[in-house]
């Protein structure tokens, strides 16, 4: 069997057992392990199923992936989301859809601490969509708020998803998340420009302004405020790697839920089960991918692809729009750390080629993959709404998000066209 006939029957066993439901991670693995044996011979595609899992699990560089996941887990439960609604709305709830814009900040303040969208999304729900249905907000307007605003939580620092793109690309992963904080800042600035320029007409009346209450509010988001500057501070200044970060978040969370009463023994022991099931699913997707790479090696697969885009003559920037058409084309069919796991190994490469940085890339294609977020038919931040608001339909929430979508791809074209906004940030560390 050729390389060629090999690899196009790998893709088509991994969509065909996706298309089954079997797990993603699993499905790569059982492809990269039986077409690297087809290719190369049993033996070694054994050894590999043996060595790979050992190598990714011990891998250091990877031991912050459960660490920012518990510091995520243990905010949540710490109450620190409800805080920032509150202070958002003491500060923001003088403008009309001041709600909106107080979801909007509490989402990019929670992401700063969590780094998942589906977890940002799904406690927002909870938190602000009772008070924008109490005050008057359409659903289209206020379930499309959140779901946007979650998509906040894979961009702003510390991202769960920007790590695992610094693993494959070999990428330092703490310039990565420096390089999210303004795509970030500008993410939430764009959004709440939206729901005043958008929605402003449909929003109730502000509520009135007490300036005794905002600054008492300030009181209640002092542990993310220190989260944030032990966190991400450090890592710009050179203080901390970013593993060690990690450590530093999850474990400061627990101490400041713990002193607060916030958490207890319990509740401890419950984040900590939380955080290593949500783990090791990722891992296995790593592991997956890992020996997917393996089979994508032996078959030659991104060198082939990287020669084909780059004969089309369709120019550097012609052929970037080509990726990330593809990315936002898959994107509305997988999640988005299985589109990240699967299709970056196979990208990466004619992106190198063609001269981009890496580090501008990955904030290209995460805020590329944030659109299959929002997007039907899977828009996964959109059903985990649904399954929280289920009075609201998924075509109201669809129908709520669509600006952001919109302002998601003039931003995406701002960034493109001036890397400079991504980059500065990074190159100020060195």
Known sequence: MTNELAAVAGFAALFGMMVLRVPIGVAMGIVGVGGFAVVVHPSPAMNLLFQSPIATITDFNLTLIPLFILMGVLATRSGMSAELFRAGRAWLGGFKGGLGLASVGACGGFAAICGSSVATAATMTNIAYPEMKKSGYPDAASTGIIAAGGTLGILIPPSVVLAIY???????????????????????LLYMLTVRVWYGR???????????????SL????????LFISVILSMYFGIVTATEAAAVGATMTAIIGLLRRRLNWTSLLDGLTEALRTSVSIYVVLIGATLFGY???????????????????????????LILLLFFVMGCFLDAMAMIILMVPIVFPVVSE?????????????????????TPPVGMNVYVINSIAREVSLVTIFRGVLPFVTIDVLRLILLIAFPALVLFLPESMK
């Open 166 to 188: 610094g693993f494959i690309t070999e990428t330092d992963i703490g310039t990565l998340f420096i390089a999210g904080i303004v795509p970030g800042i500008l993410a939430v």
């Open 202 to 216: 449909h929003l109730p009346a502000a509520e009135p302004f007490h300036l005794p209450e905002a600054l008492g």
């Open 219 to 226: 009181k209640g988001i002092w542990a993310v405020g220190l």
């Open 295 to 321: 089979f994508l090696a032996v078959t030659q697969v991104p060198q082939n692809i990287t020669m084909f885009l780059t004969e089309l003559g369709a120019g550097t920037y012609g052929t970037l729009a």
């Open 354 to 374: 063609l001269g981009f940085d890496p580090v501008w890339f990955g904030i290209i294609i995460v805020m590329t993959v944030e659109l299959g977020l929002i």
